[in-house]
């Protein structure tokens, strides 16, 4: 299994950013998939996640009405659309996939390797 995040980089506040997280090795459409962030000195923080078989959508409330999560299944490619981004958005955001676990930052069963966020002016 690989989970492999993309499309982070240095964005200015108010600006927007497209992560993309391209599984191979698990039937995509029957996982729920998850995007996690760490910033520096802080536990690692629960932000959205995706059934991708169906499409039920979860947001945590520091990312809600900014972020959007969806998932390609033709692609097997899990995405997260950032929208009026913050300063404290800086962190290095994972993907994970798991066929239970939802809204925590720990316990999935596969993660990837994680893709640098930072926002700053």
């Known amino acids: 299994v690989q989970l492999v995040e993309s499309g982070g980089g240095l964005v200015q506040p108010g600006g927007s950013l497209r992560l993309s997280c391209a599984a191979s090795?698990?039937?995509?459409?029957?996982?729920?998939m998850t995007w996690v962030r760490h910033a520096p000195g802080k536990g690692r923080e629960w932000v959205s996640t995706?059934?991708?078989?169906?499409?039920?959508?979860y947001y945590a409330d520091s990312v809600k009405g900014r972020f959007t999560i969806s998932a390609d299944n033709a692609k097997n490619t899990l995405y997260l659309q950032m929208n009026s981004v913050k300063p404290e958005d800086t962190a290095v955001y994972f993907c994970?996939?798991?066929?239970?676990?939802?809204?925590?930052?720990?316990?999935?069963?596969?993660w990837g390797q994680g893709t640098q966020v930072t926002v700053s002016s």
């Open positions: 994970a996939a798991d066929a239970l676990v939802v809204g925590r930052s720990d316990g999935y069963k596969y």
């Open positions: 090795g698990i039937t995509f459409s029957r996982y729920y």
């Open positions: 995706i059934y991708a078989g169906g499409g039920m959508r």
